[in-house]
């Protein structure tokens, strides 16, 4: 009875995971405002340590259209803005020897479709890991059969997984909703 709660709670473990990897993802796929995370991607060589753009310059969001890069080494500016420019990610920065200026452009209706079906795939693959934790506790549950677990326990552990795995699936739908809105909304 305690592996079976074991096998449940690792399943259940491992879909809050497979939600939280989603929320960071979508964190990145741009919706036409302007966000910090937005740079969270790229690194910087700050004196021979490769690091993220937040840990060697605060970067703010003064309005929707806007993000300032703010170092606290001066020296850095030029480096930050090359790896802007590296990253390839559609944006152009403005290096005024104090900040770096980042206007963040207006998203194509063309763009906007394809980052709704970047949303979606990543949707679809954050149910993929859902259902893998699923199967996998219920093979477990299987194993433990075999080795002298009653069959009804084990039938009500199947649907106590199932339960908690078209939860998650609801929510993984709502997320998805909730941020392809964001993406459409012009």
């Given at each position: 009875m305690e592996e079976l709660e074991l096998y449940?709670?690792?399943?259940k473990e491992g879909m809050e995971s497979a939600i939280s990897h989603?929320?960071?993802?979508?964190?990145?796929?741009r919706a036409g405002k302007a966000s910090p995370s937005m740079l969270d991607s790229i690194r910087v060589d700050?004196?021979?340590v490769i690091s993220p753009i937040s840990q060697v310059a605060n970067v703010t969001t003064p309005d929707a259209k806007t993000i300032f890069i703010q170092p606290w080494d001066k020296s850095v500016l030029p480096i930050i803005e090359k790896a802007i420019m590296i990253a390839n990610i559609g944006f152009n920065p403005a290096n005024n020897g104090e900040v770096i200026r980042i206007m963040v452009p207006p998203l194509t209706e063309e763009r906007r479709?394809?980052?709704?079906?970047?949303?979606?795939?990543?949707?679809?693959?954050?149910?993929i890991t859902i259902r893998n934790q699923r199967r996998d506790?219920?093979?477990?549950?299987k194993k433990l059969q075999k080795d002298g677990l009653s069959e009804d326990v084990t039938k009500n552990a199947e649907t106590?997984?199932?339960?908690i795995h078209e939860d998650y699936i609801k929510q993984i739908d709502e997320i998805v909703a909730l941020k392809e809105k964001e993406v459409m909304t012009v």
């Open positions: 449940m709670d690792a399943a989603l929320n960071k993802e979508l964190t990145k796929v700050y004196y021979g479709l394809q980052l709704a079906k970047q949303v979606k795939s990543l949707g679809e693959n954050t149910k506790a219920i093979d477990e549950f106590q997984v199932h339960k």
